[in-house]
């Protein structure tokens, strides 16, 4: 147990010691193996943007699920990745390395639309996945501006806040109370999941039964609150791991909106992040969403994405040479995915799937990859390991790079090539 808990210990080193002796001890038949699936994700966040999982519990938690590959994938970070293939390393697990962030769209025919983004129009959810290694140093350096022109728009809401607050008791400081809670020092980002963390923090403390601050969320503060979600919180006295995640979860679907302010500067334009993932050999992927109805991840209310112009939004990210599109299966309608799945292959973009985890409700396995009709998925995350690797021993062999596409133009006989080189 102890062990475990060292997963999450203050420094890197020390979470891969743990890591270490936990191996060795399952090779030796001290602790039962976790059951390999050939269930794969190339989502998962860490505290290097937020999560409850530092990179080296991210992987154990994804290898004790049965996880046969893994993926990180941190806002406007990716100062993690060295640790989580180092955590790799030692459980034997491949795993690739990426980077998410927010892409200004004002530029293109997206601008003035809701894009995939709850919060803003015109601003888009990219990944960059399969980062190779020589590159990783240098990409987390391009983002890191943008991280502190991030931060100071936290400041900013952090205020906001506190300014809403203050009339019930309760008072935010960013450099006291958010900062503390993620790894900036070390090069990680502060998002609005930590300032409605901290929150939820300073909410428990000032409202401390279950009843009395689902009182608060929903009767002051006039926050909808579904059945299950109240119970969830209702139920916080015997699910105490769970409690501030799921207070997080109402705070992020209903409340950010009241004291959000829009990004600008610290987002890169769309010409600009096609040609840094040229220029580091990533691949570019847009984050489809998806009309929203209900939630699985509890964390974003019922509204209306890209759906009603899907067709015009994959002309224009094709046009601009985004590489691929990712999704994730649980989150949409059989109907939905299909219609995205032959835009992509109608438009020759690599389809890449992943289910994002960050917060320790979620399961690490999306067994909708089950379903037969997205076996193509697993075969993807095997090209995109292929990728990394080829890239990572020469950044011309990358799978989108001029000479990769010129050499196999045809894309799904690249990707079953670089699947083949991820399997060996």
């Not at 129009?121 to 590159?135: F, R």
């Not at 506190?162 to 006291?176: C, K, N, P, Q, V």
């Not at 890209?306 to 649980?330: H, R």
Request: one cysteine or more.
């Amino acid at each position: 147990m102890d062990m475990i808990k060292a997963l999450n210990a203050e420094s890197a080193a020390e979470r891969l010691e743990a890591l270490a002796a936990i191996k060795k001890d399952t090779d030796a038949g001290l602790l039962p193996a976790p059951e390999t699936t050939s269930y794969v994700n190339n989502h998962i966040h860490t505290t290097y943007s937020f999560s409850p999982y530092s990179p080296t519990k991210a992987l154990y938690m994804a290898w004790q699920a049965g996880l046969v590959t893994a993926g990180i994938m941190d806002h406007d970070s990716i100062s993690g990745a060295r640790e989580f293939i180092k955590a790799g390393e030692i459980l034997g697990m491949p795993v690739t390395c990426g980077l998410e962030c927010r892409v200004d769209m004002s530029g293109t025919r997206l601008a003035g639309r809701r894009i995939n983004n709850p919060d803003q129009k015109s601003v888009a959810y990219c990944t960059l996945h399969g980062v190779p290694h020589q590159n990783i140093e240098a990409l987390n350096d391009y983002f890191a501006p943008y991280r502190e022109k991030r931060n100071k728009r936290n400041r900013a809401m952090t205020a906001r806040l506190s300014e809403i607050f203050a009339s019930y008791g309760i008072t935010l400081d960013f450099e006291r109370d958010v900062l503390p809670l993620s790894q900036h020092a070390e090069g990680g980002s502060v998002t609005e999941r930590h300032l409605c963390y901290a929150l939820a923090l300073k909410m428990a403390e000032r409202f401390n039964e279950p009843e009395r601050l689902v009182s608060f969320l929903g009767d002051t503060l006039g926050l909808p609150l579904s059945g299950s979600a109240a119970d969830r919180l209702l139920a916080g006295r015997s699910t105490p791991q769970y409690y501030l995640y799921d207070v997080l979860g109402v705070l992020k679907s209903n409340f950010v909106e009241r004291f959000y302010i829009d990004a600008d500067e610290e987002c890169p334009g769309a010409e600009e992040i096609v040609r840094v993932a040229s220029r580091f050999g990533c691949i570019l992927c847009y984050a489809y969403l998806g009309d929203v109805g209900s939630s699985v991840t509890g964390d974003k209310k019922s509204q209306k994405f890209e759906d009603d112009y899907l067709e015009l939004l994959f002309d224009e990210i094709t046009e601009l040479g985004f590489n691929a599109v990712t999704y994730m299966p649980s989150r949409n309608s059989r109907q939905q995915l299909e219609r995205v799945m032959e835009l992509a292959r109608s438009h020759g973009l690599f389809q890449v799937s992943g289910e994002d985890i960050n917060s320790p409700r979620q399961k690490f396995i999306c067994e909708a990859l089950s379903d037969p009709l997205f076996a193509h998925l697993g075969e993807a995350t095997w090209a995109l390991i292929g990728h990394e690797k080829a890239a990572t021993a020469d950044i011309e062999d990358a799978m989108f790079s001029e000479k990769s596409r010129r050499l196999c133009p045809d894309l799904d006989e690249r990707v079953s090539r670089y699947s083949r080189i991820g399997k060996q």
